[in-house]
């Protein structure tokens, strides 16, 4: 499991961590749900509490603001796409291969948080400056595990030469442009579409 490092730390009444994960893994599929449905400033903690099975006192023993829970996915949806990567390539050798994966992890994890992945960004101005870093450096361990396979790549002859923190960041950049260019992108090509020109275009770029 990755290491939570630069985490933001939320404050909780409880003391428990086991009913601290619990009860925000609650909030978190709460937060899915709602937001999804009603957007981020119509629902109410209220109403989130109610959705997530819980008094609004008691919710309020494992948050304190409605910008907490935006903090909750955040590290939630960060850690799971990390260890989706990790799971699924752990055991793959070769580096192209492993390219391929994870950049399916990737474009598959963010279609299926696309709308929180969008609240993120509208709402970035909310978070305070440690929940910003938080996100920043949940991004930043993804970049690196892309850096990673891309000097692999490269020391085993398989890719060309070139800057892997360049790369990495280009990479990741098609793959979030499926969330934000979503308003023009999705009534003209399937998910499965572009996973393929990504991959075919970096293939193009960096394979011997």
Known sequence: MPKDEGKKEIKSAVKNPKLIEQRRN???????????????????????SKKAGMSLGNLYNYINTKEDVLSIFNQKAALKVLEAIDEKVSTVSDPLEKLN???????????????L????????????????????AGEEKQLQRFQRVLKDGMAKGVFRPC????MSNLIKMMVDAWVL????????????EMKKEIIDLVQLGIVK
Do not use: C
Not at 26 to 48: M, N, P, S
Not at 124 to 132: L, P
């Open 26 to 48: 609650q909030i978190f599929k709460a937060a899915v749900v709602l937001f999804k449905k009603k957007g981020y400033h119509v629902t109410g903690l209220r109403e989130l």
């Open 181 to 192: 260019k979503r308003w023009y992108l999705r009534e003209k090509v399937t998910l499965k």
């Open 163 to 166: 800057n892997p923190i360049i």
């Open 117 to 136: 992945i969008m609240l993120l960004y509208q709402e970035g101005h909310v978070m305070n400056k440690k929940a910003i870093y938080s996100l920043l």
């Open 101 to 115: 994966e994870m950049i399916e992890i990737e474009l598959s994890a963010i279609n299926k948080y696309e709308d």
